[in-house]
């Protein structure tokens, strides 16, 4: 359902103008007739204001296009249509990957619904049955609603059947003109419409379901006697009206369903929609969801009962989320697995696995290929990357770690570096089971830490490490007696180094560091 769109195509609505024409008459039709569904995709939407084809924007982690063909798909037609036109280089190739028994048939020429929809019929001619035809750019109609559509349909056995809404501001909508026995006689637009017709609340969704004997008929009599000059679905109910056959209403409730994406603005409202509608039903089915208005869904993410999300959070393409996790707040994920009682505080993360009772930020960064088994940690200011931790293994605190393994039970000290990128190559860094690695290191990959062994502080490691050795590169410290009071006399450190030292005496000066870092007396 739009309003009239001056200049582009395909457009729906369209005023009647059709010529006297032989009568058509339609058969009745069954549930088990054969359904070929055709989605009219080929308009360029200059409303948009892109350089991407209209139906190519995704709200809730789908296109537009992708959203139209998941409403039919459920109803199994024998035939799937997708007409297309403008950037049909790149919306075909979508369309097959959406589905690949989709029919993709080019509408050169772009002159109205009706001649897109004559295009489709021309390519599928072996069909018969009912004709389903709807919009790619219609991104929250559901399939139940296209089931009543034809179910309506075959049960009353009408040339044709049309989706209809009820809408407190009809204003540039076409209205659903009614006769004194409530059938349907006219689709008047808005700039036609007498004051009276104006009135009227009802308007045209542009959703059809026609018998296919009828439609192909009808099709041949539309003729281009409009402003517009183009072939026009709506005028199908003028042919019938004149031919003496019936078309049908199925008026919905719910006017979000029919409603089309136009511009920006439209596709942000829709989005929005569809993100309450999905909250909602994830809400019912046993999710805590503390602060709606901040938190986002994309169509095909999983979450089990009893999951918890925090304001803030973001959950976009495949992810899953597993029983009793708490994620957020402020965490955005995106196809990232989230194991059972899993904790995810202010994390971004895409192409992850987080494994049950794992603790990830805050202020982490997972990147695709990460993976946490049971119990793992990935703390505060870490970045990880095709980086697996084992059972337990925990990387606590302001590190990068990519291209690495972390064994069981192992914790990597504050401030690490895996060095996994020698300017042509990436190279791997094993850590084996229960290390223990000091702050600051780097680990130059490749490299390989054996089991059970430690780094000290500070510690650059070039080599394998033997399981249960100690590995230090540091030289043992020194101290230069007297150097503040000699480089920085009459400072503020050499005052307090010149009290201490007659407070207390020299300090430090005869002890040295041993290979761990820490001090040892002499």
Same mark, same amino acid.
């Given at each position: ?11 729906? $609505? ?97 002159? &109205? ?10 390519? =599928? ?30 049960? #009353? ?48 969704? $542009? ?48 006017? #979000? ?43 095909? @993410? ?36 989230? &194991? ?20 990830? $930020? ?32 925990? @990387?606590?605190?302001?590190?990068? @770690? ?69 590995? =230090? ?10 150097? @503040? ?38």
């Amino acid at each position: 359902m739009r309003t009239s769109d001056v200049g582009s195509t395909p457009t729906r $609505g369209a005023a009647f103008g059709a010529k006297v024409r032989p009568p058509v008459r339609s058969r009745a039709v069954t549930s088990s007739t054969p359904l070929t569904a055709i989605v009219l995709a080929a308009g360029a939407g200059t409303r948009m204001r892109s350089t991407r084809a209209k139906v190519l924007h995704e709200i809730g982690g789908r296109s537009l296009l992708g959203h139209a063909v998941v409403a039919v798909t459920p109803l199994q037609p024998q035939r799937l249509v997708v007409v297309i036109g403008y950037q049909a280089d790149q919306v075909g190739p979508h369309a097959l990957a959406l589905d690949p028994h989709v029919e993709v048939v080019i509408q050169h020429e772009q002159r &109205g619904t009706g001649h897109a929809v004559r295009v489709a019929l021309e390519a =599928v001619a072996d069909t018969n049955g009912t004709v389903l035809v709807s919009y790619g750019d219609v991104p929250l109609l559901q399939a139940a609603t296209v089931r009543r559509l034809l179910e309506q349909h075959a049960a #009353a056995g009408d040339a044709a059947t049309l989706i209809t809404a009820e809408l407190a501001d009809p204003s540039g909508y076409g209205r659903i003109v009614r006769d004194a026995t409530g059938a349907l006689e006219a689709i008047v637009e808005h700039h036609d419409a007498t004051e009276a017709q104006r009135g009227i609340t009802e308007v045209n969704s $542009g959703i059809f379901a026609f018998d296919e004997g009828f439609l192909r008929a009808a099709l041949a009599q539309l003729t281009t006697d409009n402003a517009q000059g183009e072939l026009y679905l709506t005028d199908m109910v003028a042919v019938a009206r004149r031919d003496g056959a019936r078309v049908g209403a199925l008026l919905v409730d719910d006017v #979000a369903q029919t409603e089309g994406v136009n511009d920006r603005a439209q596709l942000a409202r829709l989005g929005a929609e569809l993100n309450r509608r999905l909250l909602a039903r994830w809400m019912l089915a046993g999710v805590t969801i503390v602060d709606p208005a901040t938190t986002w869904l994309d169509v095909n @993410v999983s979450l089990a009962p009893d999951v918890t999300l925090l304001p803030g959070v973001q959950l976009h393409g495949i992810t899953t989320v597993a029983p009793g996790a708490v994620i957020g707040p402020d965490t955005t994920l995106v196809d990232v697995c989230v &194991g059972a009682g899993a904790d995810v505080v202010r994390t971004h993360g895409s192409g992850a696995v987080i494994g049950e009772r794992a603790s990830v $930020g805050p202020f982490a960064y997972l990147r695709p290929g990460t993976r946490l088994d049971a119990g793992a940690k990935i703390g505060t200011f870490v970045e990880a990357k095709n980086a697996e931790l084992g059972p337990g293994a925990k @990387v606590p605190h302001l590190s990068y @770690v990519g291209d690495a393994s972390v064994g069981e039970g192992s914790n990597i000290g504050a401030g690490t570096i895996f060095a996994n990128y020698d300017g042509v190559a990436k190279h791997r860094t094993k850590v084996g089971r229960h290390c223990r690695t000091g702050s600051d290191n780097v680990f130059v990959a490749p490299v390989e830490i054996g089991d059970g062994a430690a780094t000290g502080a500070g510690t650059i490691v070039r080599r394998d490490v033997p399981p249960g050795a100690l590995a =230090v590169s540091t030289g043992p410290q020194r101290h230069i007696e007297g150097w @503040v009071a000699q480089k920085r006399a009459g400072s503020a450190a050499a005052q307090a180094a010149a009290a201490a030292t007659h407070d207390e005496g020299p300090v430090g000066h005869t002890g040295t560091a041993g290979p761990d870092g820490e001090g040892t007396s002499q």
